[in-house]
């Protein structure tokens, strides 16, 4: 497992080395031994999966205020997404950076998102399915977001949703926040 930090705070690309053979190949997603070396204090409570049939379906930019906050640990199990960090952390160095990365199931890296940090991404490929390991239950009452296309983040993104709910669609951009 390689762990290297983004230039944002507190997140991190992982890459998860497949080892390969006559059968297939076998790749470890998740080891704590890995993430405690690195410094991260991260112990997965919960998994979750979304399923993307369409290409350019977008979900996001999502988080959890505290106390409810989470961390989450982002993979791609089939096809690829344009996967997004956005640093809403008050008194944060990188607060309003972002951070894109392309995932995908064949590659095997993952996105690490700390406390504060919101999520989205935009599926790159039909039937993308985005596995998720995160350190705390899904609160609906902490649920929080902000616009995919606010200008005051300036996110570039490798195209415009064919897909997106209304929820992700009328978020308030960071002036309304």
């Not at 996001?60 to 089939?78: C, F, I």
């Not at 570039?156 to 209304?166: C, H, K, Y």
Request: hydrophobic residues 45%; neutral net charge; glycine residues 8%.
């Amino acid at each position: 497992m390689q762990i290297q930090p983004t230039p944002l705070a507190g997140v991190y690309e992982i890459a998860f080395p497949a080892h390969a053979d006559a059968r297939g190949s076998f790749r470890r997603t998740w080891c704590a031994d890995s993430f405690t070396a690195a410094g991260i204090v991260f112990t997965p409570v919960q998994a979750s999966q979304s399923r993307n049939p369409a290409r350019h379906t977008l979900r996001g930019m999502h988080w959890q205020a505290e106390p409810q906050g989470e961390q989450k640990l982002v993979r791609v199990s089939a096809g690829a997404i344009f996967d997004v960090a956005l640093d809403l952390r008050p008194g944060s160095p990188t607060f309003r950076r972002w951070h894109g990365v392309h995932l995908d199931a064949a590659a095997g890296r993952s996105l690490f998102l700390p406390r504060g940090v919101a999520h989205g991404f935009l599926t790159l490929s039909a039937e993308a399915v985005v596995d998720y390991l995160i350190d705390a239950p899904h609160a609906p009452e902490a649920a929080r977001g902000v616009r995919w296309n606010d200008p005051a983040f300036g996110i570039l993104w490798p195209g415009a949703p064919a897909v997106i709910s209304d929820r992700d669609a009328h978020w308030p951009v960071m002036s309304d926040a």
